[in-house]
């Protein structure tokens, strides 16, 4: 599954670099001359509606005026590799009503996107059950796109329902993910999910439900609160203030108590270009990573960029190949009855 390290315009981090990285116009809406001023090869630029609508519709912030033709000219002056037409969320608050017309503003604007740029465009797709989903899924089709993104925020109430503002883990999330996937594999149409992918375990969860890309900022909050990733792992901790983000302990924390073993392993066997500073030797390459949240981003997205790789290796060799993996990944896992769920739905599924 591909993978776009979420950014936050011109507010990044001296010196990092990008691969896929996935940007927003939200970020440059203030700006006279938009311009990305951090390295990158390919800039998948989001169109700002769910940061937009999350301020307006609940009246947080001053409300932001929408003019579509100055979204469109951010989009053309960025020169993105993809990007997506102007579309308006949906909320678990909205009547039916609101939903059905924010869906038409949105199909809307996306004919308005299609007939007035040459940008490569990814529509996002919204439904509130799922008989709407599949009926907008086709009406996606119809209009000839073959990549479409998952609506910010989406409702299923028949068997099952998933708010995707809520970004925790859950079979709700996972079923959803398989039933679009599904519902993607036999109209030849590619699904990004934004917001997914901020840690190994929740990547790898949603490439095995064959989501074609996902794209996450996690890498940037989990350092900001004090957290890493390792490979194949779940985050730990690598902070330098007082917070425990769950790992109490008796008399604090410790190097020798929030690693394991093999954790202890793959810190001291990293090469992403923080930890190559320090010589091969866990406990020291922990406090490099304790000392900067800045650090520990560089951290997380190169570990987080490894896994896209190996993910992209497994796929190759066979859905099999990939479960064995994961399998393995999770046997000491909290979270392993969520991949036995993953694994059987799948089943009723593909």
């Not at 990092?16 to 311009?35: A, R």
């Not at 329902?161 to 993607?184: C, H, M, T, V, W």
Request: glycine content about 6%.
């Amino acid at each position: 599954m591909d993978y776009w390290a979420g950014e936050l315009g011109n507010n990044f981090i001296e010196g990092i670099q990008h691969g896929n990285v996935m940007d927003s116009v939200y970020n440059f809406l203030k700006s006279d001359e938009p311009k990305i001023k951090y390295p990158y090869e390919n800039l998948f630029l989001d169109n700002g509606a769910f940061a937009i609508f999350k301020n307006n519709y609940h009246q947080k912030k001053k409300k932001v005026s929408i003019n579509l033709d100055t979204i469109i000219d951010i989009q053309e002056k960025l020169k993105p590799r993809y990007t997506v037409p102007f579309d308006y969320p949906l909320d678990p608050q909205m009547d039916i009503r609101k939903m059905k017309n924010n869906w038409q503003k949105t199909i809307e604007n996306i004919d308005y996107w299609d007939n007035s740029t040459n940008l490569n465009l990814i529509p996002a797709l919204h439904g509130w059950n799922k008989t709407t989903l599949d009926k907008n899924i086709h009406v996606l089709q119809k209009k000839d796109f073959n990549y479409i993104a998952l609506g910010s925020a989406f409702i299923l109430k028949e068997n099952f329902k998933g708010f995707f503002g809520d970004r925790q883990p859950n079979k709700n999330i996972y079923e959803a993910f398989l039933y679009l996937s599904s519902l993607g594999k036999k109209l030849d149409i590619d699904i990004h999910v934004f917001g997914v992918g901020a840690s190994p375990l929740t990547y790898h969860f949603a490439a095995f439900c064959e989501i074609k890309s996902s794209d996450s900022s996690g890498y940037r909050r989990k350092a900001a609160y004090g957290k890493i990733v390792l490979p194949q792992t779940a985050e730990r901790y690598a902070g330098n203030g007082s917070a425990t983000f769950g790992l109490k302990t008796k008399n604090g924390l410790t190097y020798n108590k929030i690693f394991s073993d093999d954790e202890k392993k793959k810190l001291v066997e990293c090469r992403c270009p923080e930890c190559r500073k320090i010589s091969k030797h866990g406990y020291r390459r922990w406090k490099h990573l304790c000392s900067d949240w800045k650090i520990r981003a560089i951290h997380n997205k190169w570990v987080m960029e490894q896994e896209e790789e190996k993910s992209h290796e497994l796929i190759k060799q066979g859905w099999g190949a990939y479960e064995t993996f994961i399998d393995k990944m999770m046997e000491k896992s909290r979270l392993r009855y969520l991949w036995e769920f993953i694994k059987s739905t799948k089943e009723r599924y593909f």
